[in-house]
T-cell receptor, first 115, second 111 residues
Framework: GAGVSQSPSNKVTEKGKDVELRCDPISGHTALYWYRQSLGQGLEFLIYFQGNSAPDKSGLPSDRFSAERTGGSVSTLTIQRTQQEDSAVYLC?????????????FGPGTRLTVT | QKEVEQNSGPLSVPEGAIASLNCTYS??????FFWYRQYSGKSPELIMF????GDKEDGRFTAQLNKASQYVSLLIRDSQPSDSATYLCAVMTGGGNKLTFGTGTQLKVEL
């Protein structure tokens, strides 16, 4: 079946503008994660959604970052008043909660460049 | 101290050799450990996962876990040029809901 999809694949924005990044998880995967990967760095956890439970927002770096997940499926990560340090690849992953492997399936990412 | 530490490399090995990738973690309560492979410009993909002390083999890959030493490693036998990638070690934390990743080790398999 289809994998995790993300849009846009690339986004260039000016400092101070708001951006929205979209993630469409694998059908049936109730767990959804957002990560950020800066150049030469590992993946930094941002936020986790599981079903109708309150999201784990412990990784969001500032209050300029927010995310929502509508209808338990598509998720949007919003960055307000973007800064140059927000430039990174934003990766979304989903997981089938009952899978014993705990494998997270990653989307292709959105490369965000703030000029 | 970082929660998950890896040598950034690059680690260069000749084709056909064994590549050994290492990772240490700080949370002694961690239960599950993962190795992801990430090709340049691509998203990570799961290679191996391990929960129990000892070795776990899957084809040319062997994951090794030593919880007492808080150490997990990945061995790649008969390394191929197609194995050239960055290998990310990840540890499950937060009650099983999230992964903490190391910064990755770049592996180069040379002809």
């Amino acid at each position: 079946g289809a994998g995790v999809s993300q849009s846009p694949s690339n986004k260039v924005t000016e400092k101070g503008k708001d951006v929205e990044l979209r993630c469409d998880p694998i059908s049936g995967h109730t767990a959804l994660y957002w990560y950020r990967q800066s150049l030469g760095q590992g993946l930094e956890f941002l936020i986790y959604f599981q079903g109708n439970s309150a999201p784990d927002k412990s990784g969001l770096p500032s209050d300029r970052f927010s995310a929502e997940r509508t209808g338990g499926s598509v998720s949007t990560l919003t960055i307000q008043r973007t800064q140059q340090e927000d430039s990174a690849v934003y990766l979304c992953a989903s997981r089938y909660l009952l899978a014993t492997t705990y494998e997270q399936y990653f989307g292709p990412g959105t490369r965000l460049t703030v000029t | 101290q970082k929660e998950v530490e890896q040598n950034s490399g690059p680690l260069s090995v000749p084709e056909g050799a064994i590549a050994s990738l290492n990772c240490t973690y700080s949370d002694r309560g961690s239960q599950s450990f993962f190795w992801y492979r990430q090709y340049s410009g691509k998203s990570p993909e799961l290679i191996m996962f391990i929960y129990s002390n000892g070795d776990k083999e899957d084809g040319r890959f062997t994951a090794q876990l030593n919880k007492a030493s808080q150490y997990v490693s990945l061995l790649i036998r008969d390394s191929q040029p197609s194995d050239s990638a960055t290998y990310l070690c990840a540890v499950m934390t937060g009650g099983g809901n999230k992964l903490t990743f190391g910064t990755g080790t770049q592996l180069k398999v040379e002809l």
